[in-house]
C-alpha cells in the first residue's frame, strides 16, 4: 500500500512563500510521475503541477512562474516551493501518484493578511 504524506503548509501573508513536501513509502518512488493538487473551498480538485521521471515539469497557468515542483528519488520525497502566494493560492494540497488512486492526506496551506 502505497503512503504518500504531506507536510509544510500553514498560514503566510501574501506575497510570502512556503514550501510543501511529500514523503513517500511503499513505492519504487522513482519510477512513479509524482503530482501535487490543491482543493480550494467550494471548487473542485486541480492538478497544479507534476514531474516526471526524468523531472520534467508541467504548471498550471495559475501557478507558473510562482511555483516550483521538485523530487528527491533518494529521499523519496518530492516537494512544491511556492513563492509570491496570493489569497487565491488558499486550499489544502495533495500529492499523488501521477493517474492513480494514491493520495495524501493533504496539508492546508492559508494566505490572508
Known amino acids: 500500500q502505497v503512503q504518500l504524506v504531506e507536510s509544510g503548509g500553514g498560514l503566510v501573508q501574501p506575497g510570502g512563500s512556503l514550501r510543501l513536501s511529500c514523503a513517500a513509502s511503499?513505492?519504487?518512488?522513482?519510477?512513479?510521475?509524482m503530482a501535487w493538487h490543491r482543493q480550494a473551498p467550494g471548487k473542485q480538485r486541480e492538478m497544479v503541477a507534476f514531474?516526471?521521471?526524468?523531472?520534467?515539469?508541467w504548471y498550471a497557468d495559475s501557478v507558473k512562474g510562482r511555483f516550483t515542483i521538485s523530487r528527491d528519488n533518494a529521499k523519496k520525497t518530492m516537494y512544491l516551493q511556492m513563492d509570491s502566494l496570493k489569497p487565491e493560492d488558499t486550499a489544502v494540497y495533495y500529492c499523488?501518484?501521477?493517474?492513480?488512486?494514491?493520495w495524501g492526506q493533504g496539508t492546508q496551506v492559508t494566505v490572508s493578511s
Open positions: 514531474i516526471n521521471t526524468a523531472s520534467n515539469t
Open positions: 511503499q513505492v519504487i518512488f522513482s519510477t512513479k510521475i
Open positions: 499523488n501518484v501521477y493517474r492513480t488512486s494514491n
